[in-house]
């Protein structure tokens, strides 16, 4: 069954420090994974897509990678920011039916 | 601004009704998606449309229809409405696909917010 989970459920940390959040994901075949930011009662907002060949990607302070072969990808913070409290939401796309499948998100919370 | 409008806003309704949803997608965007967020919950992938022709589908009830018309705008209709569909709906748009091999960026709207008493 094609799958995505991510860790921590929450997370809290104070402000300026850097913060690492997981996904592991069982979808097949794979096609792209993408981290969402999403504001509390907001539409979410794309941080990150990576392909099967990328295992890298950078977007200001957010760096996500992906090991394809471990199906794994993190995202990291680096100096975070009250802005930066959010829920973070990992997208597989399963590559034969168009199908997205979602995590449930990570809830940061960026303290001052 | 995402450049993805929702109407309305906000829809507060009787169980059992029916109601429409509205979503006009960015300029240039082929694609739509539905999704429905309940409270504290993660988003549920309800449908994706592509140049009027449904290309995936989710976890989408019964009850719940949607189309994209030819100037590319999607309605969303939820009928026999019951409690548990009070949640916030969200529409994305994108300009061919963001999944099936593309990797185009969805941007979403900011919602409509169904209360259903």
């Known amino acids: 069954k094609n799958q995505v989970e991510q860790s921590p459920q929450s997370l809290i940390i104070l402000e300026g420090k850097n913060c690492t959040l997981q ?36 977007n200001g302070r957010y760096t996500a990678t992906l090991d394809a072969d471990t199906k794994q990808s993190s995202l990291h ?14 997208v597989v796309s399963e590559d034969s039916n168009y ?14 | 601004d995402s450049g993805v409008t929702q109407t309305p806003k906000h829809l507060i309704t009787a ?6 949803l509205r979503c006009s997608p960015r300029s240039g965007d082929l694609s739509v998606y ?12 309800l449908i994706q449309y592509y140049n009027g022709e449904e290309r995936a589908k989710g976890n989408i009830l019964e009850r719940f229809s949607a189309q994209q018309f030819p100037d590319l705008h999607s309605e969303l209709n939820l009928s026999s409405l019951e409690l548990g569909d009070s949640a916030l709906y969200f529409c994305a748009s994108s300009k061919r696909g963001a999944s099936g091999g593309l990797t185009d960026t969805q941007y979403f709207g900011p919602g409509t917010r169904l209360t259903v008493l």
């Open chain 1, 23 to 58: 996904c592991n994901y069982t979808v097949s075949p794979f096609s792209n994974l993408r981290w969402y930011k999403q504001d509390t009662g907001r539409g979410p907002v794309s941080l990150t897509i990576m392909t099967f060949s990328e295992n890298t990607k950078s």
């Open chain 1, 77 to 90: 913070i680096t100096a975070s920011q009250l802005s930066d409290s959010a829920s973070y939401i990992c």
């Open chain 1, 99 to 112: 199908q997205l499948i979602w995590g449930a998100g990570t809830k940061l919370i960026i303290k001052p």
């Open chain 2, 15 to 20: 169980t059992g009704q029916r109601v429409t």
């Open chain 2, 34 to 45: 539905w999704y429905q967020q309940s409270l504290d919950q993660g988003l549920q992938f």
